[in-house]
């Protein structure tokens, strides 16, 4: 199975690191033309310069999308795409009886109200052209509901709901629009995660075998899923080959959510 993006210009949100950067870089190898996204010209210089050095056709794109005015600035430089993958998210342990208003509204803006904004702006385009694939970076969190992180879940939910209603008001139009449940990935982030909740003292390996073992022991692989095991997935559904794959909740889990549909 050959998936060949050439022609096509793709937008990916918080990818200056972890699993945003492993989804430029799968669209980068498959030939679509990638703008990198994020809050600091450092990072994002740092990530093109990467992507670059693999041979992707990639671009920079400084701008914090996660408030209006970021979003007026990156389509001033970008008015179009043919690919959104909404990745920017945010996340963080709080006991649920912690969890304060600000918090609650600083996760629904950043995780939600992000990838709603930036539909709204590409949207139209992708219809007029009659053309265009829209993704949303969920997670497992959004059908297991994480009780060291109630918001984060209820964000990713909404996440979910999103990608359906979109998919909905791009019906008939040669544009899908889906999501991708992320499973407990390996990431500097989640590194971090991890040591919040296990002993800080262990090693890498056996701090991860022991946080899957008491806080993710639902997962069938057994161990963090790597970035790239999602921009795989990513790839594909931005690819002519998904076209009849649309309004899903697509999942890259390791097999962590115990249901046959989400």
């Known amino acids: 199975m050959k998936i060949d993006l ?3 210009t793709a937008l990916v949100t918080g990818s200056t690191q972890g699993i945003g950067l492993a ?21 994002v210089e740092s990530a093109v310069a990467e992507l670059r050095g693999a041979g992707g ?12 005015e970021g979003v007026e600035q990156l389509l001033n430089e ?17 006991p ?17 109200l992000s990838a709603a904004r930036l539909i709204r702006a590409y949207l139209p385009g992708m219809i007029d052209q009659s053309w265009g694939r829209v993704i949303q ?12 992180m109630i918001h984060y879940g209820v964000s990713k939910t909404a996440l979910l709901a999103l990608s359906r209603g979109f998919a909905k008001d791009a019906a008939g139009t040669g ?18 995660f991890v040591y919040q909740l296990v002993d800080q003292s262990l090693p890498w390996d056996q701090a991860q075998r022991e946080f899957m073992r008491k806080h993710r022991p639902q997962s069938l692989i057994q161990r963090l899923i790597e970035p790239e095991e999602i921009a795989n997935m990513v790839v594909y559904l931005s690819s002519p080959l998904a076209s009849a794959t649309t309004g899903g909740a697509l999942r890259a ?8 549909l989400p």
């Not at 970076?137 to 060291?148: M, N």
């Open 175 to 192: 544009v899908t629009v889906n999501s991708v449940i992320a499973g407990p990935t390996h990431t500097g982030g989640v590194e971090e």
């Open 253 to 260: 889990d390791g097999g962590y959510v115990d249901s046959i």
């Open 57 to 68: 056709d990639v671009t920079g794109l400084a701008a914090d999308v996660a408030t209006t």
């Open 96 to 112: 649920a009886r912690e969890i304060t208003d600000e918090q609650w509204r600083t996760f629904f803006e950043v995780n939600v």
């Open 23 to 43: 989804i430029a870089g799968g669209l980068a190898r498959s030939g679509a033309q990638v703008a990198v996204n994020g809050r600091t010209p450092g990072r």
């Open 137 to 148: 970076i969920a997670s497992d969190s959004a059908v297991v509901t994480p009780e060291e």
């Open 6 to 8: 050439t022609g096509k």
């Open 78 to 94: 970008l008015p179009a795409v043919d690919i959104l993958v909404n990745n920017l998210g945010i996340f963080g342990a709080v």
